[in-house]
C-alpha cells in the first residue's frame, strides 16, 4: 500500500507542477465503486488514472470504470511504477497539442 501511496503523490505532485487539473476520488459508502484514484482534465482532455503497487492488479469493477471512460472519448490508464514513464509521455504528449 505505501509503494502505491508513494506513487499517487509523485503523479499528484508532477500534475501540479504541469498546471493539470486533478481531483483524488475517495471511494466511501455514499461514491460510486471502482473510480480511478485520479480524475484529471489536460488540456481539455478527460484522464482518470487508477494507481496501483508493482504488484497490485484492477478489479473487474475498476476495469469495467476505464473502459467506460474510454467509451466516452477520454483516457484511461492503470498506472504503476513500472508503465508511470510511459504514461508520462502519453500525457506530455497531449499538454503539446
Known amino acids: 500500500m505505501a509503494e502505491e501511496k508513494n ?3 509523485r503523479i499528484k505532485k508532477w500534475l501540479t507542477e504541469k498546471g493539470c487539473y486533478w481531483v483524488k476520488y475517495f471511494g466511501c459508502a455514499y461514491t460510486r465503486s471502482g473510480v480511478a484514484d ?10 482518470a488514472l487508477e494507481c496501483k503497487s508493482s504488484v497490485g492488479r484492477l478489479s473487474e469493477l475498476q476495469k469495467h470504470e476505464l473502459e467506460k471512460v474510454q467509451k466516452s ?7 504503476s511504477p513500472k508503465n508511470w514513464d510511459e ?10 497539442e
Open 7 to 9: 506513487l499517487e503523490n
Open 38 to 47: 485520479l480524475l484529471c482534465c489536460i488540456k481539455g482532455k478527460f484522464v
Open 73 to 79: 472519448g477520454g483516457l484511461a490508464y492503470c498506472v
Open 87 to 96: 504514461v508520462k509521455q502519453d500525457i506530455e504528449k497531449i499538454m503539446e
